[in-house]
């Protein structure tokens, strides 16, 4: 069993994914802008905990841990947009307890609202996963003030040793970091410059973007970060200052974030040809580079930026206002916050216009312009009653996204077969809530109701939800949707035409031939039928398209709800 000691050993993600201890004895010594070899190699930081490091290893640990009893806790990367019932939503910066990760790309969790399947990829394990229990307690009057002393001491050595483990993460995911780097310019970029026959310049522009350039800001920006560290006390390194004084030179990763989609594309083009796929295997053997393929090391910059914030809020917990690093940690956290909130921020958006694409292509009845014409996210969806002025209720159900909420009925026999029935303009509209009671206008009675009215005509629309929370989260889901439109419009936040339409156009090839429903889009699919034992999950909808942003690492498989429910009511596991 996995000692509670031992969690932050292994607690990186970036170790755990990206590191393979596969026995290799070469050196690969990193070397700086002057040429002198740094004193570590990467082999160095894969002797720390080869168990961990080997393949499947993070999963079999995790799962240790959970069933020796421990709270495993992970933080989102990114956020998780689904309109999948079987998956867990969440922001990028929540916290999620993992129950089960047996699966290495779908685990289990739980958070405030649900437990679901969430992807692997999208969250950092954090370093500290527990808090110490004298935080919550306090010394009861009777005991003597040597134990209340002694208390305290052990508290300090422990708050001293939950920083010293994220500073050796933050310093270690960086070396790993930093190989990666070097193995994509001189394994991939290198020997594609040498085969001009099978590459033009414009491609390996558009495959590696600035990445060299990353590299290069990266290795200064280590050798800095070694500069203060300690290593005698690794709770007493000031790396605050680093963040701050390389802050400008983050914003490289701005251009390379906004070009991975199309890096995506045109990778997955030239992988359909054998040859390409021979090659960069062969490139990968030379380098001797770990078992990932060619888009997961590519994607390994966006991961990056995205996990600063995280390290430095961990950090930041751990670090005392009388520490002489306070003010610059606090101060790095809020700069790297804001980088890697603008790059969640499209990388959400470009995740949701396949999502809403392959969701439109589903519902029966389409009119009218795309989606994707005016939209890029779902905000909120739920059944509503519909009223008409002569008193006739409609039952719909209601899909609000950015600019324009979407009516559908669903069909008596099939229920998870949607038809158009209209949609509203949200920029004309008006939010109008209503209390309980007679409606003056209409003259009927309401509960949980709110309006929808024009600004520049008679139209009125009134809405009734079942609960009055069910109200509450629409009202709430309005002003959200306001609010996005806002920061969009502030932000430059805009798709291209290119994108929505080959978005629209790969949702509609993977529709051809196929019944309208939810298994079409993005939504919950139907149960099927049970797999044999070996196979632990089913397969999402083959119509994920390929420009999906980060999709070529991203899993393309997702556990059956069923096994979840049968593992936890096997008597015996093997």
């Known amino acids: 069993m996995v000692a509670r000691g031992e969690i932050a050993r292994f607690w990186s993600l970036e170790s755990l994914h990206m590191v393979s201890a596969d026995g290799g004895t070469e050196s690969s010594a990193l070397v700086d802008d002057n040429g002198s070899e740094e004193d570590f190699s990467y082999e160095d930081l894969c002797q720390a905990n080869p ?172 050798k800095d970060l070694e500069k203060q560290y300690n290593k005698e006390e690794p709770h007493l390194s000031e790396i605050g200052s680093c963040f701050l004084q390389h802050q400008e030179g983050f914003a490289i990763y701005s251009e390379y974030c906004n070009n991975h989609p199309g890096a995506c594309l045109e990778l997955a083009q030239l992988m359909k040809q054998g040859k390409y796929r021979h090659f960069f295997e062969a490139c990968r053997l030379l380098q001797q ?15 990056k930026i995205c996990k600063y914030p995280l390290q430095l809020a961990e950090l930041l917990k751990y670090t005392t206002q009388e520490h002489s690093d306070y003010n610059n940690i606090k101060a790095a956290y809020e700069a790297m916050k804001n980088v890697a909130c603008l790059i969640n921020e499209r990388k959400r958006k470009l995740e949701s216009i396949d999502k809403i694409a392959r969701w439109q292509v589903s519902i029966v009845g389409w009119e009218g312009l795309d989606i994707l014409d005016r939209s890029s996210e779902l905000i909120h969806s739920g059944e509503l009653t519909k009223i008409t002025k002569q008193g006739k209720s409609q039952q719909r159900t209601f899909f609000l996204f950015d600019h324009q909420l979407v009516s559908c009925k669903k069909d008596l026999l099939r229920r998870d077969m949607l038809y158009y029935k209209g949609r509203m303009d949200m920029d004309e509209m008006e939010l109008v809530d209503l209390e309980d009671g007679r409606d003056k206008d209409w003259n009927l009675s309401v509960k949980n109701a709110f309006k929808l009215v024009s600004k520049s005509s008679d139209e009125v629309h009134l809405f009734c939800a079942k609960k009055q929370e069910d109200k509450a989260r629409w009202l709430q889901a309005c002003a959200d949707e306001r609010r996005r439109v806002q920061e969009d419009r502030e932000m430059g936040m805009e798709i291209s035409e290119n994108q929505k339409k080959l978005a629209m156009l790969n949702a509609q090839k993977a529709g051809q031939g196929k019944s309208k429903g939810y298994s079409g889009c993005p939504m919950a699919p139907p149960h099927q039928g049970l797999h044999p034992l070996h196979q632990r999950h089913v397969t999402v909808p083959t119509s994920v398209p390929q420009q999906q942003v980060f999709a070529l690492a991203e899993p393309k498989r997702k556990p059956s709800l069923f096994w979840h429910t049968f593992n936890k009511l096997t008597p015996f596991r093997k």
């Open 289 to 303: 580079m770990i078992d990932i393929a060619i888009d997961g090391f590519l994607l390994t910059p966006v991961q």
């Open 51 to 222: 168990r961990y490091l080997q393949p499947g290893g993070e999963q079999l640990a995790i799962n240790e841990l959970i069933g020796d009893g421990s709270v495993v806790w992970a933080e989102a990367l990114w956020d998780h947009v689904t309109m999948d019932d079987q998956e867990l939503g969440f922001k990028a910066g929540d916290v999620i307890q993992v129950l089960e990760a047996s699966n290495k790309d779908w685990w289990w969790g739980r958070n405030e609202d649900k437990e679901a399947w969430f992807p692997a990829s999208f969250v950092r394990l954090r370093v500290n996963q527990e808090e110490l229990s004298e935080n919550s307690s306090s010394t009861p009057g009777e005991e003597p003030d040597e134990d209340a002393g002694h208390s305290h001491h052990r508290h300090s050595e422990n708050k001293h040793q939950m920083r010293t483990n994220v500073i050796q993460e933050i310093m270690n995911t960086e070396r790993v970091y930093i190989k990666h780097l070097k193995d994509i310019c001189e394994g991939y970029i290198r020997q594609c410059r040498k085969h001009t026959g099978m590459f033009t310049v414009a491609q390996l522009a558009t495959i590696f973007g600035n990445i060299e350039d990353i590299y290069k800001f990266q290795r200064k920006f280590l």
